[in-house]
């Protein structure tokens, strides 16, 4: 074969690799309410496999390894939800009961603005605020009412409540296998690499790992940290719903910058329509202003350490991007694939430019 022929039979290659690859990205976004299980499982894999390790050099079993973390693993979360769950759905129906007074309240307080801006008088800003937030208070228990219905009423909607419940089944069960060959896998894996690019390949997809690990694993620890540690500050201020809030506060977090951009704004809100008054606001600014920049300095560092990982505006931007074409999956898969992409950067950097 001449030169001519390898180099046309190389670029046919090319093109099939890159069909294959257009084709993949078209099955995931149109299967991904079934790629679901499979990616948390893949994630919860990918989390727990250096415990399964760590207990491995302490001469247990893989298989006995991974059925006893996912045996704590499923106590530690039914003991949670025993736990949390009970307050959770108080606050929820508490919140029901009360969103027509925090309409009320809001109302007001719109209408005083209005008027004292001078954008309408006072019984049309009183008409328009009442036209357009009188629905709002109907919205959690017309939700419930409307979903529930669905759910009870409906072949399609009974179909669907059984799919996902058996699609939550499911993730043990992958997660499970997925662990037992998770570095069999790895060693197949390299077989398929040419042996002149494996180090290369190893010293990229460990640079991959590094990143990932940074955000996922650090960023997870630093988030139940946080939701810990907001549901503590606001339960001592006060703060309505303070569980809630301080678990999606904490949980915010994992993702750069969300506690300040909606969970103070949210969590300030609630809570100045709650008592109507400065001390409780401040107060739940407080517990933001402690416990965030004390994170920043001490847990931070601890987590993640000085790894290198994704700049912020990478990830909120992939997270919408990814959930915008996928859905709940697709925010699942974002950062992965913004850390898979800038691995692919730093290659064409390091190979094509730099030199």
Do not use: C
């Not at 129906?93 to 007074?101: A, D, M, Y």
């Not at 390299?190 to 010293?203: G, L, M, Q």
């Not at 001490?298 to 990814?322: A, E, K, Q």
């Amino acid at each position: 074969m001449n030169d001519h022929e390898s180099q046309h039979l190389l670029t046919w290659k090319r093109i099939w690799l890159i069909l294959i690859l257009i084709a993949v990205i078209w099955v995931m976004i149109s299967a991904r309410a079934a790629l679901f299980p499979i990616v948390v499982s893949f994630i919860l894999a990918y989390l727990l496999n250096p415990m399964v390790q760590s207990l491995e050099r302490r001469k247990i079993p893989r298989t006995a390894a991974i059925l006893l973390l996912l045996l704590v693993l499923g106590v530690t979360l039914l003991l949670l939800w025993v736990g949390i769950a009970p307050v959770v759905k108080e606050q929820f129906v508490t919140f029901s009961k009360r969103l027509p007074g925090y309409v009320k309240v809001l109302e007001g307080w719109l209408e005083t603005v209005l008027i004292r801006l001078q954008v309408a008088q006072p019984d049309e800003a009183r008409k328009f605020l009442s036209e357009n937030l009188s629905a709002l208070g109907q919205l959690p228990l017309e939700a419930l009412r409307t979903g529930g219905s669905f759910l009870l009423k409906t072949t399609k909607g009974i179909f669907s409540l059984i799919i996902g419940l058996a699609f939550l089944a499911l993730i043990p069960i992958l997660t499970f296998y997925i662990l037992r060959d998770f570095d069999r896998v790895g060693k197949a894996f390299y077989k398929y690499i040419p042996s002149n690019y494996r180090t290369e390949v190893r010293f990229r997809l460990g640079r991959l790992d590094e990143m990932i690990g940074s955000f996922i694993r650090g960023q997870l620890i630093v988030g139940i940290s946080l939701s810990i540690l907001y549901t503590l500050g606001l339960f001592l201020v006060g703060a309505p719903f303070w569980l809630i809030l301080g678990i999606l506060t904490g949980m915010s977090s994992i993702f750069p910058y969300v506690e300040w951009i909606v969970g103070l704004p949210v969590t300030i809100a609630f809570t100045a329509i709650q008592y109507q008054d400065w001390t409780h606001p401040l107060a739940v600014l407080a517990v933001f202003g402690v416990i965030s920049p004390a994170a920043g300095m001490f847990l931070v560092p601890r987590v993640i350490g000085g790894r290198v990982g994704l700049h912020p505006v990478v990830v909120i931007s992939s997270i919408l991007i990814g959930g915008d074409l996928m859905g709940f999956v697709g925010i699942l898969l974002a950062v992965p694939l913004a850390a898979a992409l800038k691995v692919g950067i730093e290659v064409v950097y390091d190979q094509y430019i730099k030199q």
